[in-house]
């Protein structure tokens, strides 16, 4: 299921490219014609989600690959890189732009040259945008795919991007020239909160934040039969995608060795079958009534 799932994704991202090429060569194009820095600004926006998908298909066929000795949990991350170096063209994005916009302030340029056409290519790469980001989301959600579901956040914000220009453009042919400058800081700001909202949803996967609470993993397998206790338990991953559990059950200690392994078996398929992990891993410790208190409790030291 996962190499149809990698699949998948890198058909999807070849697709995306296709538009975004489209889109850049039309924004570049008009955006040369007038001589607008807002418009120039967005068809860098949209040169970095073509970057973008381009690293995106690099990560994805990384990703791809099967654990080996070296991987033992698999490639997954890469396609998190991947969503991260989203994050590094943005931040290039956003300084080239201020940069740009602050020296048009400070000189005197010579306004855009607006004209229907302008508004007219540009209003039609916002509808392809808006498909684009609708489709990618919804096979993100679909695949649970990071690296999509992060380009569509990018791909939605160069919509508003796109948007953003279209209002700018048009005070600036009410004769606000300075607009035009103005409008490039603010495509630089939307830039910058794309980023840090797939920096936000990206960063746990790298840290190994635990997939689920520790405490409902004990109540979900405390039941199955012939399990004494749960301890040591410890998640890390995505349950939509891929998420590893190890935990320590502790069975009779009069029970043989293969007897407290089928109690280990159990333990695993519920967490595989119904809970949703890729894998996890069950140790089997010896469990002893006198080694308890009437309570149930650990008895005191000493």
């Known amino acids: 299921m996962i190499p149809d799932r990698h699949a998948a994704v890198r058909r999807i991202l070849w697709a995306v490219l ?28 949209s040169g970095v989600d073509a970057l973008n998908n ?9 990703a791809s690959a099967p654990p080996d000795d070296e991987h033992p949990y698999g490639h ?3 396609e998190v890189l991947g969503a991260l170096a989203v994050v590094a063209f943005l931040s290039i994005t956003c300084f080239e732009l201020v940069s740009a916009a602050i020296g048009r302030l400070l000189g005197d340029p010579a306004p855009p040259r607006l004209e229907p056409l302008t508004f007219a290519v540009l209003l039609g790469t916002m509808a392809v945008n808006v498909a684009v980001a609708w489709t990618e989301n919804r096979a993100g959600k679909r695949l649970n795919s990071v690296l999509l579901k992060a380009d569509a956040r990018h791909t939605g914000a160069d919509v508003l991007v796109t948007a953003s220009v279209l209002g700018g ?9 300075a607009a035009d400058a103005w409008l490039g800081i603010v495509v630089a700001l939307l830039i910058a909160h794309s980023g840090w909202e797939i920096l936000r949803q ?12 520790a405490a409902r993993i004990h109540r979900f397998v405390s039941d199955v039969t012939g399990v004494r206790d749960v301890t040591e338990v410890r998640s890390r991953g995505d349950l939509e995608g891929a998420a590893f559990v190890e935990l320590t059950i502790e069975v009779d200690g009069d029970r ?3 007897a407290g392994h089928l109690v280990a078996d159990s333990v695993e398929r519920r967490l595989v079958e119904d809970a949703g992990f890729s894998a996890a891993v069950v140790h089997v410790e010896p ?10 409790g650990e008895p005191p030291p000493g």
């Open 54 to 62: 381009v690293v995106g298909l690099a990560a994805v066929k990384a």
């Open 76 to 78: 997954a991350k890469f």
């Open 287 to 296: 469990w002893h009534a006198d080694d308890r208190e009437p309570d149930g």
């Open 256 to 258: 043989t060795v293969e």
């Open 18 to 45: 296709l538009a975004n090429l489209a889109v850049i060569a039309a924004k570049l194009w008009i955006g040369l014609r007038s001589g607008s820095l807002a418009v120039l600004g967005d068809a860098a926006h």
């Open 169 to 177: 453009l048009f005070i600036v042919s009410r004769g606000w020239t």
């Open 202 to 213: 990206a960063i746990p996967s790298l840290v190994d934040r635990a997939a689920i609470d």
